[in-house]
């Protein structure tokens, strides 16, 4: 079993910048592949970011490319998602999510644990 635990999500004005984090315990040395995914009210949940074990690859979505920067720490067992030039339409809540597999997935039926979520809202 793996635990996620997000952290940070706060309430910005636009143009600001805000970290939130994922702290991840139980199986940890099984997690190859860790996302960030993110769904607005009324809308179904999305792909923002994408990390491999190590660092050494990343994937975004177009939207926050140039944006948002996803990182992570394995010995903290941490991921990162730096956001940085906010806009209202980044507004929703924020999950954490990890996969057994090293390849980067879109799709999050692809991945095998969540966390419980933060609130990140960006007033105008």
């Known amino acids: 079993q793996v635990q996620l635990v997000e952290s940070g999500g706060a309430s910005v004005q636009a143009g600001g910048s805000l970290r939130v984090s994922c702290a991840a315990s139980?199986?940890?040395?099984?997690?190859?592949?860790m996302g960030w995914f993110r769904q607005a009210p009324g809308k179904e949940r999305e792909f923002v970011a994408a990390?491999?074990?190590?660092?050494?690859?990343?994937l975004y979505a177009d939207s926050v490319k140039g944006r948002l920067t996803i990182s992570r720490d394995d010995v903290k067992n941490t991921v990162y998602l730096q956001m940085n030039s906010l806009k209202p339409e980044d507004t929703a809540v924020y999950y954490c999510?990890?996969?057994?597999?090293?390849?980067?997935?879109?799709?999050?039926?692809?991945?095998?644990?969540w966390g419980q979520g933060t609130q990140v809202t960006v007033s105008s």
């Open positions: 990390i491999s074990r190590g660092g050494r690859s990343t």
């Open positions: 139980g199986r940890t040395f099984s997690i190859l592949a």
């Open positions: 999510a990890a996969r057994f597999r090293s390849a980067l997935r879109v799709v999050p039926d692809e991945y095998d644990y």
